[in-house]
């Protein structure tokens, strides 16, 4: 793309911003942006604007012929306003920039969180978009007016279609509204087996201290609530003590095993491990002298696959104190923890993230400020100490923070989103390049020393035949 030739500076070793985009007139909230995974191809051209086009509508141009969903999902990402969404689909070289409408008023209607999944098996696949949503009453008018809530759930009675762009365009057609007591919290997923069978789940965090568990029925595509502590006991506890949890994380690891963390209003920390067969087999919790503001589990080695030695951490921002690293969860529990420095001078800490942005093997790990500071740490080789990599500051508070291939050239962007729009960040090119031709000179010195090797043990096996033994 264009701007892989741009220049890099000392002042930005590890990435330089690329393209800003605005929420239009409004704002979104912390739980405003979720990565979608999926299978679905995406077919739409580049815009003659891009990166500055905003797309309303599909193409007048008929899609193309409908060939078979994608072996391996793509990522790609949405960010919520307080009344619409905007997309941003990865492309080859690009991205294409959606403007979704749901029908929401603004100044009426507030989106609070968002989640998105999609599931399917073989080519059957189904995408569901779940809302968290505020609305003022129609009878007032002033800004005391009172405030109704509910979660709604798109995608879930009508069959996606085989794009991307035409699902998400066509994902208000249809839609179930479930009207909510409290106001709602964080909205995340979960895959649950119900009878032997998998289904998706949405978990609601709320301010009346429930964890909500809300599952599609076999029968009906409907989203019916059901306990959750039927399938996650320790959420059982969180709800009978009425404890208002803020955020929430679920890894679900290769080997098949899940992690459960919650963060709440008043310092309370729970930590849960699953087996295989959704068995909980060990929880902690302690409180901490702050609010959560999130929570992310780990593990610090930057690989898909697991091994029987790897490690899980767990990062845990605060309101009023500085940023956590719990080490060994897996083994420590919550016993093992370092303060990451310099994470309590700017304002609250509302976000946190991880990735490799070296490409060393290992993640470091990025927070996000109210202060509008983003800072990246990296462990110190050999020690349990943590240093700030990269800082930057924004002209608004740090919401939410992701990573991802964006343009499909095998790097990947960070995406920032702040009060009033998303930036997306690119990784020093000139680094890459220096990363990438040492990996080739690596690869080329390994088949050489391989070679090597196999023709010393030719000329073994030759040397070895043409010994001739005599016997007296």
Same mark, same amino acid.
């Not at 780990?298 to 940023?323: G, M, Y």
């Given at each position: 793309m264009s701007f892989n030739d741009i220049a890099l500076t000392d002042d930005d070793p590890l990435?330089?911003?690329? +393209?800003?985009?605005?929420?239009? @007139?409004?704002?979104?909230n912390i739980f405003g942006l979720v990565t979608l995974d999926?299978?679905?191809?995406?077919?739409?051209?580049?815009?003659?604007?891009?990166?500055?086009?905003?797309?309303?509508?599909?193409?007048? *141009?008929?899609?193309?012929? @409908?060939?078979?969903?994608?072996?391996?999902?793509?990522? +790609?990402?949405?960010?919520?306003?307080?009344? *619409?969404?905007?997309?941003?689909?990865?492309?080859?070289? @690009?991205?294409?920039?959606?403007?979704?409408?749901?029908?929401?008023?603004?100044?009426?209607?507030?989106?609070? %969180?968002? /989640?998105?999944?999609?599931?399917?098996v073989d080519d059957k696949i189904s995408?569901?978009? %779940?809302?968290?949503?505020?609305?003022?009453? *129609?009878?007032?008018?002033?800004?005391?007016?009172?405030?109704?809530?509910?979660?709604?759930?798109?995608?879930?009675?009508? *069959?996606?279609?085989?794009?991307?762009?035409?699902?998400?365009?066509?994902?208000? /057609?249809?839609?179930?509204i479930i009207p909510l007591a409290s106001a709602p919290m964080q909205i995340s997923h979960v895959q649950?087996?119900?009878?032997?069978?998998?289904?998706? %789940?949405?978990?609601?965090?709320?301010?009346d201290g429930i964890i909500h568990l809300y599952a599609q029925s076999f029968e009906t595509n409907q989203f019916v609530e059901m306990p959750s502590s039927a399938f996650f006991p320790m959420m059982g506890k969180i709800s009978n003590h009425r404890t208002n949890i803020l955020f929430m994380h679920i890894l679900d690891q290769p080997n098949g095993k899940r992690v459960v963390c919650a963060g709440g209003q008043n310092g309370e920390l729970f930590l849960g491990f699953y087996n295989k067969e959704g068995r909980e087999t060990k929880s902690h919790a302690i409180r901490i002298f702050s609010p959560i503001t999130s929570v992310l589990v780990?593990?610090?080695?930057?690989?898909?696959?697991?091994?029987? /030695?790897?490690?899980? +951490?767990? #990062? #845990?921002?605060?309101?009023?104190?500085?940023?956590i690293v719990y080490r060994s969860i897996d083994t420590d529990g919550l016993s093992t923890s370092k303060t990451l420095p310099l994470s309590g001078n700017f304002d609250s800490v509302l976000c946190s993230h991880v990735m490799d942005v070296d490409w060393d093997g290992e993640k470091e790990i990025l927070i996000g400020t109210y202060g509008r500071q983003v800072l990246i740490y990296k462990q110190v080789a050999g020690t349990q100490v943590y240093t700030v990599l990269w800082k930057r500051q924004f002209a608004y508070p740090i919401y939410r923070m992701t990573h991802l291939d964006l343009n499909h050239d095998g790097l990947d962007e960070l995406i920032v989103t702040t009060m009033y729009g998303v930036h997306i960040f690119q990784p020093n090119m000139k680094k890459a390049r220096e990363k990438l031709l040492e990996v080739l000179q690596f690869v080329e010195a390994s088949k050489r020393q391989k070679y090597e090797l196999l023709m010393d043990y030719q000329r073994q096996k030759e040397l070895e035949k043409s010994i001739v033994f005599e016997i007296n």
């Open positions: 990435f330089r911003e690329t +393209h800003y985009a605005r929420y239009g @007139y409004e704002r979104t999926s299978r679905l191809p995406t077919y739409m051209d580049k815009p003659d604007e891009f990166p500055s086009a905003r797309i309303d509508k599909l193409p007048a *141009e008929p899609a193309p012929e @409908y060939t078979q969903p994608l072996s391996k999902p793509v990522r +790609h990402f949405i960010a919520a306003s307080s009344s *619409e969404l905007t997309a941003f689909i990865s492309r080859d070289g @690009y991205w294409n920039c959606l403007n979704i409408t749901l029908g929401l008023e603004a100044g009426k209607s507030e989106v609070i %969180a968002i /989640d998105a999944v999609e599931s399917g995408l569901f978009v %779940a809302l968290a949503v505020a609305e003022k009453s *129609e009878e007032e008018e002033s800004e005391d007016a009172s405030l109704s809530y509910s979660l709604r759930i798109y995608g879930n009675d009508t *069959e996606t279609k085989p794009f991307l762009e035409q699902a998400l365009f066509a994902i208000g /057609d249809t839609s179930q649950i087996s119900i009878n032997g069978k998998s289904r998706t %789940a949405f978990l609601l965090t709320s301010m780990f593990q610090p080695r930057a690989s898909n696959k697991t091994r029987e /030695d790897d490690e899980l +951490h767990l #990062v #845990v921002t605060c309101a009023i104190e500085q940023a």
